[in-house]
């Protein structure tokens, strides 16, 4: 287990992170790992006094709200709030939003083709020789292996196989035509996959929503990055998601879709649909793009939509939030009644009485009130308050 502490340096005013070392841990429960994060924490010299935060992945062992690592630590220290790592959090809306039957298929395939291609060194070269001559311009000649838990590396990946198809295809291609046995079993079937309709649209799909999510997805891995940011760019995703739900939109997708698959020579066509199916839409249409745009596109989307809502939106500490609004960029978001309600939970922590606090705040509104907006933003976050 890693274990890193985040802290307040007072002589420069600023927040800083630092890792510690890697702790061996014999047994994951709950109870176990709250126990070694505390002795470890005693052997630093720092006190659960002091504690106010604890970060940690979603796991059951780490994140429940009974008997895990985020609750005992939290009953010895209820200032210790405990949040949930946003870019973790992002993974997870991402893996419920592709929880559509087409898009499992389209991670599944690209997945084998990196993993066949990576397996040995002579296809690596092969490949490379492929992309360079068919793509001269290229910044890239090498596919990214998906990543399971970041997916940063798996926004990376899918586009990259997006560009790269025509190569690809041409590489299986070259494989099949000197190769036999399981190899060429192997790759026809990987060959197979990648030349139908449904795999081409649900790529197109996915470097669409992907394209959107990477932005996001780097910046919540910034270590200078607060809540009220963190916020606002995912509301920023939700407003272009929503938007991206317009059927121009896919339309557009779709369009490309059949463009490529006419280069292809593949055929433009509804997947094969019988009377009682259990894993996949039985939708009854005789129009591929109205079959596709609901069954895939819009499935997608609003996966996607409710479980960031869910994820972000619906959970937030109240008490953590309001206390941001301290930062000089968002300080006349709230009344300083809003805030203060914020900071009477760390009332033990103040110098002064909330009184005191609550006339700091109305000079400190005055002050940036007066100031341009360039100056607000260039002022250090962690400022006077």
Known sequence: MSLSVRYVDT???????????????FECTGENLANVIIQKLKELGLSLEFLRGQGYDGGANMSRKYKRVQARILNLQPKSFYTHCASHRLNLTLLKACNVLSIKKLFSTVKEVCNFVHDFPKRVDLIKKVITEHLPTSKSIILIKLCETRWVESHEAILRFSDMLLPIIKFLEDIIGKTDGNILSKCNGLLRSVL????????????????????????????????TKCIEMIN??????KNNREVTKFNNIFNRAV??????????KI????KR????SNLTTSSTEEYFKITVYFTVLDNFITSI????????????????????????ALSEEDILKGASFYESDLPGTLNELK??????????????????KNQHRYGSI
């Not at 420069?12 to 841990?25: A, G, R, S, Y």
């Not at 081409?200 to 990055?225: G, K, Y």
């Open 196 to 227: 139908n309709f449904e795999f081409i649209l649900s790529l197109e799909v996915a470097v669409e929503i992907l394209s959107i999510t990477l932005p996001i997805s780097c910046q919540l891995q910034n270590p200078d990055l607060d809540l």
């Open 359 to 376: 006339a700091e705040i109305m000079l400190w509104q005055l002050h940036w009130a007066k100031q341009p907006e360039k100056k607000i």
């Open 11 to 25: 002589t420069t005013c600023t927040i800083k992170e630092n890792f510690i070392w890697f702790v061996p841990v």
């Open 277 to 280: 199916q259990a894993h996949r």
């Open 271 to 274: 997947p094969r649909i019988c």
């Open 309 to 332: 809502q869910n994820m972000f939106l619906d959970n937030q500490n109240n008490v953590v939030f309001k206390i941001q609004q301290l930062i000089p960029n968002y300080l006349n």
């Open 259 to 268: 463009s490529k698959a006419g280069v292809l020579n593949i055929d433009v």
């Open 236 to 241: 920023l995703v939700l407003v272009a998601l």
